[in-house]
Structures are given as structure tokens and as C-alpha cells.
């Protein structure tokens, strides 16, 4: 909640003294016609990241703004919330990024952008977005190095500061997910805060994902962390376990659009659980069925999700 409010009054500065009306018309228009509140898209399937051992598509699929376009406009309502993020994928990987960020920026009220920071060009640092998220594997060069299997955390450093410098008012935050490599990175990255003068940071768990080329695969997580979601299994040592049974789904009032344009009840869920593919009204119709079962967690994707 105290991440939400610093968002708002961060984003009320930058844009009209109106916003707070729109901001409020929009959610009660997105909860009389059921439709979610926030819409995580994915610009590309591509990355920037270049990692050991992870494999991204040959030939990445680009989200076009066109597309993006058509599901806003068949929707009964605009979202309040569009997240421009990845699955295994970096938005600022898209050749298209700067006009799906015009685009999304005109149909909601919030706009962030999760990326790793890599491969930034100075371009980037002037997308439309009231919320920059930057997010970083470990916080010092030998956990990066032991990572990743190269060193690039001087490289993200600098690109922060390169979006804090040319976009004084955008709220910038920094995001520690903690893997096996990182798990006593704590410190070195409060230290990282203080040095770098980091006015928002966050620090998280990286989530168990079969799927995961690399990164969220069982070797990587963070097991013998006091504080990881996750634990050994006694039945299956192949798979984690998780410490607490979750309650409803942390991603309720969102939907996901991936870079083919596939309309999905969240990043996780993969072609095993239902998904939407024509932009049409009766498909936002038809996801507004997927809310219970998301509240329920009986997609398969749902039984690793903390
Ligand atoms: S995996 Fe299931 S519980 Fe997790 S965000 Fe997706 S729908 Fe929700």
C-alpha cells in the first residue's frame, strides 16, 4: 500500500491536477464492467540480457501498437495500470518500444516499465512512462558474475542514473530479486541504495518457473534463504515446495498481453490454461470468467506461484 501511495503522488506531480479525478473514474468504470483494472504487456519476446545458459527465439515476436490498440479498443474499459514488462523478455528489446509506450500512456493512468537496464540506449531514457522498474539479479560482481556468467552490474548502474538525470520527477525504482547466487546480497545492495541515492528499492524473491530457461529453474532459487517462499520438498527433491499454502492470486485484476498479441490471465499461465487470441468485446468478456478460477489458483502455472 505505502508503494502504491508513493507511486500516486509521484505520478500526480508529472502529469495534470486532474489526474486524481481520472485516476478514480477509471477504476470505478473498470469495476461496474468487470473488466481488470491492470494490463501487463509484453513488447517483445527478445532480451537484452544475454545471459549464460538462456535461450531466447530466434526470430523474437514484436508487439505492434496497432495490436495493442485493438484490444484497448474493444474494451468496455481502459485500464487503470499498464506494466510494460517481460516473461523470460525485456520490453526495451522491442524495435517498437517508443509507440507502444505513446500508446499505452493515452489509455490508462499509470504506465510503468520493468526492464534489467541492459543494452539501454540514451533514447530509451525519454519513453512516455510515469514509473521506471529496474530490475536487478544480484548487487555485487561476483554474485552477478556467478549469476549471469558475465558482469554487467556497472553497466545497469549507469543506465539508472541515466534515466534519474534526464527525468527529474519519474519515479525510479530498484528492485533486488534474490536467486541462490545472491541470497546474502542483502547489504551490498542497501549499500548500492545509499551510494547510488536510490529514492525507491524493493527487495524480492525470484519465483520457481519450470519454464524458466535458466533463471527460475529449482537450482537457482534461493532455498536456504530464512525468508524464500519456497523450501525443499520432501516427496520430489525435482521440484520446491512452498513454505505456506498462498491465499487468492496476487494478479487478480490483471490480465497479460503477450508479444504475439495472445491475450492470458498472467505471465505464468502458459497455452495449458485458457487464452484469447482474437481482440474482439466477447474476449474481454470471456477473461472476466478467468478471475474465479485465478482467485481459486487451479491453473496448473498456479501451484509454484508464492
Ligand atoms: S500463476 Fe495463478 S495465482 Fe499466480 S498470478 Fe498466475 S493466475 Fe494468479
Redesign the pocket.
Same mark, same amino acid.
Given at each position: 500500500m505505502r508503494r502504491t501511495i508513493k507511486s500516486a503522488v509521484s505520478i500526480w506531480k508529472n502529469r495534470s491536477v486532474l489526474w486524481p479525478l481520472t485516476l478514480l473514474a477509471r477504476t470505478t468504470i473498470c469495476a461496474l464492467k468487470n473488466t481488470p483494472r491492470g494490463l501487463i504487456v509484453e513488447p517483445s519476446q527478445g532480451c537484452t540480457g544475454n545471459c549464460k545458459g538462456c535461450s531466447v527465439p530466434e526470430t523474437p515476436m514484436v508487439l505492434k501498437k496497432e495490436k495493442l490498440n485493438s484490444w484497448l479498443n474493444c474494451s468496455p474499459a481502459k485500464p487503470v495500470t499498464i506494466h510494460l514488462s517481460g516473461k523470460h523478455s525485456d520490453p526495451l528489446a522491442s524495435s517498437e518500444i517508443q509507440s507502444l509506450a505513446e500508446t499505452a500512456i493515452k489509455n490508462c493512468s499509470m504506465l510503468s516499465i520493468s526492464t534489467i537496464g541492459l543494452g539501454m540506449k540514451p533514447e530509451h531514457c525519454q519513453l512516455p512512462v510515469d514509473r521506471w522498474i529496474f530490475s536487478i539479479p544480484a548487487a555485487t560482481d561476483k554474485t552477478w558474475e556467478q549469476l549471469r556468467g558475465n558482469n554487467r552490474l556497472d553497466e545497469v548502474l549507469e543506465n539508472i542514473r541515466m534515466v534519474q538525470n534526464r527525468n527529474a520527477g519519474t519515479m525510479v525504482e530498484v528492485v533486488l530479486t534474490i536467486w541462490k547466487a545472491s541470497q546474502n546480497d542483502e547489504n551490498a545492495f542497501r549499500q548500492l541504495k545509499q551510494k547510488q541515492n536510490w529514492q525507491h528499492s524493493k527487495i524480492v524473491f525470484g519465483r520457481y518457473d519450470p519454464e524458466g530457461n535458466h533463471f527460475g529453474r529449482l537450482s537457482n532459487i534461493a532455498l536456504k534463504h530464512k525468508d524464500c517462499p519456497y523450501m525443499e520438498n520432501s516427496g520430489n527433491s525435482a521440484i520446491p515446495a512452498l513454505k505456506q499454502t498462498p491465499t487468492g #492470486?496476487?494478479?487478480a485484476g490483471y490480465l497479460f498481453l503477450d508479444a504475439a498479441g495472445t491475450l492470458r490471465?498472467?505471465p505464468?499461465?502458459g497455452d495449458e490454461s485458457p487464452y484469447l487470441k482474437k481482440a474482439v468485446p466477447e474476449s474481454w468478456e470471456i477473461s472476466d470468467q478467468w478471475r474465479e478460477k485465478?482467485q481459486e489458483?487451479s491453473?496448473p502455472? #498456479?501451484k509454484w #506461484?508464492p
Amino acid at each position: 500500500m505505502r508503494r502504491t501511495i508513493k507511486s500516486a503522488v509521484s505520478i500526480w506531480k508529472n502529469r495534470s491536477v486532474l489526474w486524481p479525478l481520472t485516476l478514480l473514474a477509471r477504476t470505478t468504470i473498470c469495476a461496474l464492467k468487470n473488466t481488470p483494472r491492470g494490463l501487463i504487456v509484453e513488447p517483445s519476446q527478445g532480451c537484452t540480457g544475454n545471459c549464460k545458459g538462456c535461450s531466447v527465439p530466434e526470430t523474437p515476436m514484436v508487439l505492434k501498437k496497432e495490436k495493442l490498440n485493438s484490444w484497448l479498443n474493444c474494451s468496455p474499459a481502459k485500464p487503470v495500470t499498464i506494466h510494460l514488462s517481460g516473461k523470460h523478455s525485456d520490453p526495451l528489446a522491442s524495435s517498437e518500444i517508443q509507440s507502444l509506450a505513446e500508446t499505452a500512456i493515452k489509455n490508462c493512468s499509470m504506465l510503468s516499465i520493468s526492464t534489467i537496464g541492459l543494452g539501454m540506449k540514451p533514447e530509451h531514457c525519454q519513453l512516455p512512462v510515469d514509473r521506471w522498474i529496474f530490475s536487478i539479479p544480484a548487487a555485487t560482481d561476483k554474485t552477478w558474475e556467478q549469476l549471469r556468467g558475465n558482469n554487467r552490474l556497472d553497466e545497469v548502474l549507469e543506465n539508472i542514473r541515466m534515466v534519474q538525470n534526464r527525468n527529474a520527477g519519474t519515479m525510479v525504482e530498484v528492485v533486488l530479486t534474490i536467486w541462490k547466487a545472491s541470497q546474502n546480497d542483502e547489504n551490498a545492495f542497501r549499500q548500492l541504495k545509499q551510494k547510488q541515492n536510490w529514492q525507491h528499492s524493493k527487495i524480492v524473491f525470484g519465483r520457481y518457473d519450470p519454464e524458466g530457461n535458466h533463471f527460475g529453474r529449482l537450482s537457482n532459487i534461493a532455498l536456504k534463504h530464512k525468508d524464500c517462499p519456497y523450501m525443499e520438498n520432501s516427496g520430489n527433491s525435482a521440484i520446491p515446495a512452498l513454505k505456506q499454502t498462498p491465499t487468492g #492470486c496476487p494478479l487478480a485484476g490483471y490480465l497479460f498481453l503477450d508479444a504475439a498479441g495472445t491475450l492470458r490471465p498472467c505471465p505464468f499461465t502458459g497455452d495449458e490454461s485458457p487464452y484469447l487470441k482474437k481482440a474482439v468485446p466477447e474476449s474481454w468478456e470471456i477473461s472476466d470468467q478467468w478471475r474465479e478460477k485465478k482467485q481459486e489458483r487451479s491453473y496448473p502455472a #498456479c501451484k509454484w #506461484c508464492p
